[in-house]
């Protein structure tokens, strides 16, 4: 009863229980557990409370932008308005496609279809890989515009706001200069929550070029689905998370009546 | 209360008697098989070498500050030397002892067993725990090999990130890395009793042990995840200059201080609970007795774990919070201290009328129940509002938090070693030298911190390495204290590593106790249990054991 993870197929025993039994033992059924349910219930359970964990992980950023958001109202509006809407809107809706093929890919290797499965995993990979891509193109326009915190941080715009020539008024509230100084507050945070929720997007992306090998390799049809189903879970939690980044850090000032 | 020479250990013939030829130990030879091991028990061992590494290192910064504060002059290190000193003092006993302590290595190698399984529900994660946990080890080595650290364990904003120029950053990666360690400990142990219990095993048939480690691991997962953010705010504070806690760029160090003490409270609860634990199991067996108000005690694990989560904000009575969030959480602060109280009074009454006798790990045990109540007791000093502002930051805090930590929690890890040792290595420890090493840190230990008390309440404040002449006696009488501790610990890791070879073998239960754990054999075998064990009595049935014999453990096939 070899229980070193060194010994990279220590199958022996399950495939003797498997002729004893008369029924079927996937290889991947580790020997610790009675039987396969208890093995799925046990991983489910343990990445859904790894996803408390990135919960709590994430909410002391959301409670940091809460209080900023409090003290700093106006200049969270006007640098709020310097993201792109477009390509905010753009991204969501590749990341909800992203996630609408990852769980397409969980029901193919539960119905055990395998090229269908792999499809779907490098469907979800080309639009996670498209969302990354627009975030690029949004962090490099906050270059360009000194709107990344730190020495190179430019408030002249805040202060004094370019003025519309049609209009002849400028086209964003002034801000005083110590309110002004406040939007770097917002575009830390802003590169904070959208920085790590890539960050998390770039190692589910890792991920799912190993799961899209493994796929290929026929591992998960043939009813063995737990790692296919618990990255699932990992991606779409990266998905909601970026549902509230999108409204708190886009849309401040889209309220009616403000 | 019978005579001392009274004692309930029952070893095989020693003429006879043979470790098992099959055990967890010797079921595969070579470094690698260590290194690369699934096994729970394996891991537990080599926590419980890391963490007595790590605890020495501690120690031994221990032993600098106390070797300075013997005189009031600044005469043996510079300032920012002694603040070295007690930062590292402090991430390495914290981070790299009492976490992991107990957790890691008795619960690693127990809770499985205890609840009839063959080993943690995902082994792999609990071999990265370990490996995650050397990591972060290394960083903090790092950062004290480079130059050290000194902003306390805390790393206080906006010290940590604007006036100090050593290795903060190294030393907060170092914990941040660590964090994950403990949360993939806890969401081991969370899933596992979830999942993996015997047939039977309901959760009220669970040992105290196993509620207690439960509650500890929601801690962990919840907790430790706001640690790992604060600690990368901090680090990129200083690497980029952001300013989400910097007052001059808008940010709030107040809000450093809400999300760092977010994890950092509740850790203290992390680092008691499968402490309690472990008092739990040993007072029980060594009064024969079912733990008086089972499931009281059970529950209080939990409220411990639920209230921890809204105390926090004592922490900060002095950095100027609101008076009405200040009243809110003192008030929640002596909410705590009611489970904590259940839990002393339900051991203080299994205690009665029980037939006691005074092994070594019992004496722990005792020396836990004192000196954790006086540690809870100054805790209630502290969580008050006026006493607050005149105790916190002085002595009478660093008193309190060792009476909690040192004299509660390190008193429950080595009751914990040397009540399972016979378990893990198949051998008993020397009961009369065990004897003397427990009363020896008892002594020490009040020498070392019961001054400290009146040294903070006298007004001399922490973290200071000189102090007014008038204070030297109490320092003295601190210090000496502390060398006697250090002996105290030192016995320990002599005796232990002699029994190792030398002592009597221990034979299943030593101990005549009911846990699962001491029906099988000493040591396990590396998949604990031949058949699933088929629990139909509930924990610490000592009626139950009497009839042992007429009634074997049943099984399936």
Same mark, same amino acid.
């Given at each position: 009863?070899?229980?070193?993870?060194?010994?990279?197929?220590?199958?022996?025993?399950?495939? @003797?229980?498997?002729?004893?039994?008369?029924?079927?033992?996937?290889?991947?059924?580790?020997?610790?557990?009675?039987?396969?349910?208890?093995?799925?219930?046990?991983?489910?359970?343990?990445?859904?409370?790894?996803?408390?964990?990135?919960?709590?992980?994430?909410?002391?950023?959301?409670?940091?932008?809460?209080?900023?958001?409090?003290?700093?109202?106006?200049? #969270?509006?006007?640098?709020?308005?310097?993201?792109?809407?477009?390509?905010?809107?753009?991204?969501?809706?590749?990341?909800?496609?992203?996630?609408?093929?990852?769980?397409?890919?969980?029901?193919?290797?539960?119905?055990?279809? =395998?090229?269908?499965?792999?499809?779907?995993?490098?469907?979800?990979?080309?639009?996670?890989?498209?969302?990354?891509?627009?975030?690029?193109? +949004?962090?490099?326009?906050?270059? +360009? =515009?000194?709107?990344?915190?730190?020495?190179?941080?430019?408030?002249? +715009?805040?202060?004094?706001?370019?003025?519309?020539?049609?209009?002849?008024?400028?086209?964003?509230?002034?801000?005083?200069?110590?309110?002004?100084? =406040?939007?770097?507050?917002?575009?830390?945070?802003? #590169?904070?929550?959208?920085?790590?929720?890539?960050?998390?997007?770039?190692?589910?992306?890792?991920?799912?070029?190993?799961?899209?090998?493994? @796929?290929?390799?026929?591992?998960?049809?043939?009813?063995?689905?737990?790692?296919?189903?618990?990255?699932?879970?990992?991606?779409?939690?990266?998905?909601?998370?970026?549902?509230?980044?999108?409204?708190?850090?886009?849309?401040?000032?889209?309220?009616?009546?403000? | 209360?019978?005579?001392?020479?009274?004692?309930?250990?029952?070893?095989?013939?020693?003429?006879? $008697?043979?470790?098992?030829?099959?055990?967890?130990?010797?079921?595969?030879?070579?470094?690698?098989?260590?290194?690369?091991?699934? !096994?729970?028990?394996?891991?537990?061992?080599?926590?419980?070498?890391?963490?007595?590494?790590?605890?020495?290192?501690?120690?031994?910064? $221990?032993?600098?500050i106390?070797?300075e504060l013997?005189?009031?002059?600044p !005469?043996l290190v510079a300032s920012?030397t002694y603040n070295?000193?007690?930062?590292?003092?402090?991430?390495?006993?914290?981070?790299?002892?009492?976490?992991?302590? /107990?957790?890691?290595?008795?619960?690693?190698?127990?809770?499985?067993?205890?609840?009839?399984?063959?080993?943690?529900?995902?082994?792999?994660?609990?071999?990265?725990?370990?490996?995650?946990?050397?990591?972060? %080890?290394?960083?903090?080595?790092?950062?004290?090999?480079?130059?050290?650290? !000194?902003?306390?364990?805390?790393?206080?904003?906006?010290?940590?990130?604007?006036?100090?120029?050593?290795?903060?950053?190294?030393?907060?990666?170092?914990?941040?890395?660590?964090?994950?360690?403990?949360?993939?400990?806890?969401?081991?142990?969370?899933?596992?009793?979830?999942?993996?219990?015997?047939?039977?095993?309901?959760?009220?048939?669970?040992?105290?042990?196993?509620?207690?480690?439960?509650?500890?691991?929601?801690?962990?997962?919840?907790?430790?995840?706001?640690?790992?953010?604060?600690?990368?705010?901090?680090?990129? *504070?200083?690497? &980029?200059?952001?300013?989400?806690?910097?007052?001059?760029?808008?940010?709030?160090?107040?809000?450093?201080?809400?999300?760092?003490?977010?994890?950092?409270?509740?850790?203290?609860?992390?680092?008691?609970?499968?402490?309690?634990?472990?008092?739990?199991?040993?007072?029980?067996?060594?009064?024969?007795?079912? /733990?008086?108000?089972?499931?009281?005690?059970?529950?209080?694990?939990?409220?411990?774990?639920?209230?921890?989560?809204?105390?926090?904000?004592?922490?900060?009575?002095?950095?100027? &919070?609101?008076?009405?969030?200040?009243?809110?959480?003192?008030?929640?602060?002596?909410?705590?201290?009611?489970?904590? $109280?259940?839990?002393?009074?339900?051991?203080?009454?299994?205690?009665?009328?029980?037939?006691?006798?005074?092994?070594?790990?019992?004496?722990?045990?005792?020396?836990?129940?004192?000196?954790?109540?006086?540690?809870?007791?100054?805790?209630?000093?502290? %969580?008050?509002? %006026?006493?607050?502002?005149?105790?916190?930051?002085?002595?009478?805090?660093?008193?309190?938090?060792?009476?909690?930590?040192?004299?509660?929690?390190?008193?429950?890890?080595?009751?914990?070693?040397?009540?399972?040792?016979?378990?893990?290595?198949?051998?008993?420890?020397? *009961?009369?030298?065990?004897?003397?090493?427990?009363?020896?840190?008892?002594? %020490?230990?009040?020498?070392?911190?019961?001054?400290?008390?009146?040294?903070?309440?006298?007004?001399?404040?922490?973290r200071y390495h000189a102090y007014?002449?008038?204070?030297?006696?109490?320092?003295?009488?601190?210090?000496?204290?502390?060398? /006697?501790?250090?002996?105290?610990?030192?016995?320990?890791?002599?005796?232990?590593?002699?029994?190792?070879?030398?002592?009597?073998?221990?034979?299943?239960?030593?101990?005549?106790?009911?846990?699962?754990?001491?029906?099988?054999?000493?040591?396990?075998?590396?998949?604990?249990?031949? *058949?699933?064990?088929?629990? !139909?009595?509930?924990?610490?049935?000592?009626?139950?054991?009497?009839?042992?014999?007429?009634?074997?453990?049943?099984?399936?096939?």
């Amino acid at each position: 009863m070899d229980n070193a993870i060194v010994a990279t197929r220590p199958h022996s025993h399950e495939t @003797a229980v498997a002729a004893e039994h008369e029924h079927v033992v996937l290889p991947q059924h580790r020997h610790h557990f009675e039987t396969k349910e208890q093995q799925r219930e046990a991983a489910t359970f343990g990445m859904w409370l790894f996803l408390l964990t990135e919960i709590m992980f994430f909410g002391g950023l959301f409670f940091a932008y809460l209080l900023y958001r409090n003290w700093y109202h106006d200049a #969270f509006v006007v640098s709020s308005n310097q993201l792109s809407i477009p390509l905010g809107a753009a991204n969501t809706a590749i990341l909800i496609s992203s996630g609408f093929f990852m769980a397409l890919g969980v029901w193919a290797a539960e119905v055990q279809k =395998k090229s269908l499965l792999v499809l779907f995993l490098v469907l979800t990979t080309v639009f996670g890989v498209a969302f990354l891509g627009i975030k690029g193109v +949004e962090y490099h326009e906050k270059w +360009e =515009k000194h709107h990344i915190p730190g020495s190179h941080f430019d408030v002249s +715009e805040f202060i004094n706001p370019p003025i519309n020539p049609k209009t002849g008024k400028p086209t964003e509230t002034p801000l005083a200069p110590d309110m002004a100084q =406040k939007t770097q507050v917002f575009f830390f945070l802003y #590169f904070a929550m959208t920085g790590m929720h890539a960050f998390h997007m770039i190692l589910g992306i890792g991920l799912l070029f190993w799961l899209t090998w493994r @796929a290929n390799r026929g591992e998960f049809s043939a009813g063995y689905v737990a790692p296919i189903e618990n990255f699932g879970l990992y991606w779409h939690f990266v998905d909601i998370v970026w549902l509230f980044l999108f409204p708190l850090l886009y849309l401040i000032n889209r309220h009616p009546g403000y | 209360m019978s005579a001392t020479s009274h004692t309930i250990v029952n070893l095989p013939d020693q003429r006879t $008697a043979t470790i098992p030829k099959r055990n967890y130990l010797n079921n595969e030879d070579g470094l690698l098989s260590w290194l690369f091991t699934g !096994d729970h028990k394996r891991i537990a061992i080599l926590y419980l070498i890391s963490i007595t590494f790590f605890f020495f290192i501690g120690g031994a910064f $221990a032993g600098l500050i106390r070797l300075e504060l013997l005189t009031p002059q600044p !005469d043996l290190v510079a300032s920012d030397t002694y603040n070295k000193f007690f930062s590292m003092h402090g991430i390495v006993m914290i981070f790299l002892f009492l976490v992991p302590s /107990v957790p890691a290595t008795l619960g690693n190698f127990l809770i499985p067993i205890m609840i009839g399984a063959k080993d943690l529900a995902f082994p792999k994660v609990n071999l990265l725990s370990w490996y995650l946990y050397w990591i972060g %080890g290394l960083f903090t080595m790092a950062a004290l090999v480079l130059g050290g650290v !000194d902003t306390g364990w805390t790393f206080t904003t906006p010290l940590s990130t604007h006036y100090l120029n050593t290795h903060v950053v190294t030393a907060a990666t170092g914990v941040f890395i660590i964090g994950f360690s403990s949360i993939f400990t806890g969401l081991n142990f969370i899933v596992t009793l979830h999942r993996m219990r015997a047939p039977g095993m309901t959760w009220f048939r669970l040992p105290l042990f196993c509620w207690s480690n439960y509650a500890a691991s929601i801690l962990m997962v919840l907790g430790t995840p706001v640690l790992a953010i604060t600690l990368v705010l901090v680090a990129l *504070e200083r690497l &980029v200059g952001i300013g989400v806690f910097d007052p001059t760029k808008g940010g709030d160090p107040l809000l450093f201080q809400h999300l760092f003490w977010f994890y950092s409270h509740p850790a203290v609860y992390i680092m008691i609970l499968p402490g309690m634990g472990v008092i739990s199991e040993v007072i029980s067996t060594f009064s024969r007795k079912r /733990v008086f108000g089972y499931t009281a005690v059970a529950f209080s694990s939990v409220a411990i774990a639920l209230f921890g989560f809204f105390v926090w904000a004592h922490h900060m009575f002095i950095m100027g &919070v609101s008076n009405y969030s200040a009243l809110v959480f003192s008030l929640l602060t002596m909410l705590v201290a009611v489970p904590s $109280a259940i839990k002393i009074f339900n051991w203080a009454f299994t205690l009665q009328k029980g037939s006691i006798t005074f092994e070594t790990p019992m004496l722990y045990a005792f020396g836990f129940l004192g000196l954790f109540t006086i540690g809870g007791m100054t805790g209630v000093f502290l %969580g008050a509002l %006026g006493m607050d502002i005149h105790l916190t930051e002085t002595y009478f805090i660093v008193a309190h938090f060792h009476f909690v930590m040192v004299g509660g929690m390190l008193m429950a890890f080595l009751a914990g070693i040397h009540f399972w040792w016979p378990k893990m290595t198949g051998r008993m420890y020397p *009961e009369s030298l065990s004897k003397l090493a427990a009363v020896t840190t008892f002594i %020490g230990f009040n020498l070392t911190f019961l001054p400290q008390f009146i040294l903070g309440y006298l007004g001399m404040p922490r973290r200071y390495h000189a102090y007014p002449p008038e204070f030297q006696v109490l320092n003295v009488l601190s210090t000496a204290g502390a060398t /006697v501790l250090g002996v105290g610990y030192m016995l320990p890791l002599l005796y232990l590593g002699w029994s190792l070879k030398y002592g009597a073998i221990a034979g299943n239960n030593p101990w005549q106790a009911t846990g699962l754990e001491w029906q099988i054999q000493s040591p396990p075998l590396t998949e604990n249990f031949i *058949e699933t064990p088929v629990v !139909d009595h509930e924990a610490y049935d000592y009626e139950w054991l009497e009839h042992k014999t007429a009634q074997e453990v049943t099984t399936v096939g």
